[in-house]
């Protein structure tokens, strides 16, 4: 999604698509919402881990943090990923 996204943003600086004239987020916004994502993720992450520490570092119930890891894990993915195409998308500005 946020490659189709900005390969049109680069037709559309190279004229080769038209300018709809929407106004695309500014790179502040990408930066804030991008670490709102990755911090939700990393407290998902300490979340976990903290559960695995109560158990004194031993067994656990793989069900139960997976149900925290995984989303964590994506969630720290795709902030990283809107931080870096929101520095991106300004490079492309015309």
Known sequence: MLYSRLANRIAISRNLFPDPGEKSPS???????????FLAGLALSITALSSWGQAAFGGVDLRAILRLVIPAISLMMLGFQIVLHSFVATLTEA
Not at 27 to 37: F, N, Q, R, S
């Open 27 to 37: 790179l502040e916004t990408g930066l804030l919402v991008g670490a709102a994502v």
